[in-house]
């Protein structure tokens, strides 16, 4: 399957001194070999910011 799984985590929170926001997407392997990066809600910072893919 072309399909994987990953994680993604807020880029602002720990400079602010808070914890970072995770969560769990997909992508196609195929096309898109960089990292995803997305705009997702931070519950913590109670703002959308800036996620990137970490490795596992």
Do not use: D, W
């Not at 990066?37 to 931070?42: L, P």
Request: glycine share 2%; aromatic share 6%; proline share 7%.
């Amino acid at each position: 399957m072309p399909r994987e799984i990953v994680i993604i985590e807020c880029t602002e929170a720990r400079p602010e001194g808070k914890p970072p926001s995770r969560y769990m997407t997909t992508r196609n392997k195929k096309t898109q070999q960089e990292r995803v990066e997305k705009k997702k809600f931070n519950k913590f910072l109670r703002r959308h910011t800036l996620h990137r893919e970490i490795k596992k």
